[in-house]
């Protein structure tokens, strides 16, 4: 493999090339894959369910990765990796990792069909801006929840008044500040040793991670995340985070947004792209596992069938040719305190835990608006322990998934953003308010008659 400091030299001395043409080769090349390998999006499918398509989706995938390498936007070079060196890196990624402390510990693996494990539920707001005075309750209202497994924290976006700016010294004391509190927020809970996944979402820089390396902040149980560009791009600021996370022995995790309808192309396209990120990433940022998030070009939410099928589909092609761990994004178009926000949950859990998937949070209103709790986090764990339990296969799954798409497909044209939290829970006992706790039952109750037996 590689070392941290080859991926550098590559950086600064790889094949130079304009993004622009970047951008058009991975066009091209990626719309051949699909036609050659003839992979074609059903709209009818949000599970996927074709071994066969899963199987070319990772061979397109390596193909792509190989061809296309990861483009360096500070030095327009191409970090160029063999086939050899792709494969190699996915066989040496950790199958298992034990993430957090004590009795809060979980074990993360890379997950197998039929393995007999459940998928790890994160439970969060990760990227939502939260004013101060709501931070920690909000974070309490997620710790509370006994079936979530790790927890990602919101952002602050101001301090002591003052906007943070990226790049710039309050930065630095919005990552403090949000794993201090966070900490609290744990410890307040009884769950003081829970793995903080994805420490530093206050931060869209390499700073924020720099300023948080220290067991006051983020432990070396934690993680901390570092991007890929869309698509299949990298720079300076998230090399600088992969040179941290060599120094600091905290757990690192990939993020990955390929869009749907952008460079790549539709679904299909997409599918490939993210494949092939996952297999750069392992390699280049040498990182623990990895985060999905798809984005639809219009919608942006994961929610839609078009995303939900790509995050199946690569979860489906990587448990049967090289198992790594992954977890989706979990992000609704709706906000706390409606009904579409549990529908958009449910039929999310029932995807991604039958696709041999983890989960990396929920994040309401496409973490746009603090409009978020840990109640439809609990909702979360509910659904995917069941339908685990129920051994559900993928054509069960995606009939259910499709009837609770067209419970909520409306709100992606008129949103129901629902409400802040402080309207949806008791800000001091941390308790979700009566009207959203009864919304919470009622949607459950119909949602077991849909056939996920909670028991």
Same mark, same amino acid.
């Given at each position: ?22 951008? !058009? ?93 459940? !998928?790890?539920?994160?439970?969060? *707001? ?52 949000? !794993? ?32 948080? *390396? ?42 990955? $947004? ?20 996952? !297999? ?40 049967? $040719?090289?198992?790594?761990?992954? #977890? ?13 926000? #549990? ?27 603090? $409009? *978020? ?42 949103? $129901? ?39």
């Amino acid at each position: 493999m590689a070392s941290v400091f080859e991926v550098l030299r590559r950086a600064e001395n790889g094949l130079y090339i304009k993004e622009h043409d970047f951008d !058009m080769k991975l066009f091209k090349t990626t719309s051949g894959l699909v036609k050659e390998h003839g992979i074609k999006f059903n709209k009818d499918l949000a599970v996927a369910k074709d071994d066969k398509m899963a199987d070319s989706i990772f061979e397109a995938g390596l193909r792509l990765a190989t061809e296309m390498g990861m483009f360096s936007t500070d030095t327009s070079r191409i970090i160029e990796f063999s086939e050899q060196e792709l494969l190699q890196a996915l066989r040496l990624a950790p199958q298992e990792m034990v993430l957090g402390l004590g009795k809060d510990a979980r074990v993360l693996r890379a997950r197998r069909f039929g393995d007999g494990y459940p !998928m790890i539920v994160c439970g969060g *707001c990760p990227g939502t801006p939260l004013p101060e005075e709501l931070f920690l309750p909000v974070m309490m209202s997620y710790a509370r929840e006994p079936l979530i497994d790790l927890l990602i924290p919101g952002s602050l976006t101001k301090i002591e008044g003052m906007d943070v700016t990226t790049g710039g010294p309050l930065e630095i004391r919005a990552c403090r500040q949000e !794993m201090i509190w966070v900490r609290e927020a744990l410890e307040r809970s009884g769950r003081p040793g829970l793995h903080i996944y994805a420490a530093g979402e206050s931060s869209a820089t390499e700073l924020g991670t720099l300023a948080i *390396c220290n067991d006051r902040y983020m432990r070396t149980s934690d993680s901390h995340m570092i991007p890929v560009l869309s698509e299949l791009k990298t720079d300076n600021k998230r090399l600088s985070r992969v040179m941290t996370g060599y120094e600091y022995p905290a757990f690192t995790t990939s993020l990955i $947004n390929p869009i749907i309808g952008g460079f790549g192309g539709g679904p299909e396209g997409a599918a490939i792209v993210l494949a092939a990120a996952i !297999m750069l990433a392992t390699a280049a940022y040498r990182v623990d596992m990895h985060c999905l998030h798809p984005i639809h070009n219009k919608y942006i939410s994961v929610s839609t069938k078009q995303a939900m099928w790509v995050d199946s589909v690569v979860g489906r092609a990587f448990a049967r $040719n090289a198992p790594v761990a992954l #977890l989706a994004d979990a992000w609704t178009t709706a906000g706390a305190g409606t009904q579409e926000i #549990l529908y958009e949950t449910a039929a999310l859990a029932i995807a991604q835990e039958t696709s041999a998937l983890h989960t990396d949070s929920l994040g309401a209103t496409n973490g746009v608006y603090p $409009n *978020c709790s840990g109640l439809e986090a609990r909702f979360f764990g509910e659904v995917a322990h069941a339908v685990f339990e129920q051994k559900l296969g993928p054509e069960e799954a995606n009939d259910l998934v499709l009837r609770l798409f067209a419970l909520y497909e409306h709100g992606f044209e008129d949103p $129901n953003l629902g409400m802040p939290f402080p309207e949806v829970y008791d800000v001091k006992l941390i308790e979700p308010k009566a009207a959203w706790l009864d919304t919470y039952e009622r949607t459950k109750d119909a949602i077991a008659q849909m056939g996920v037996d909670f028991r």
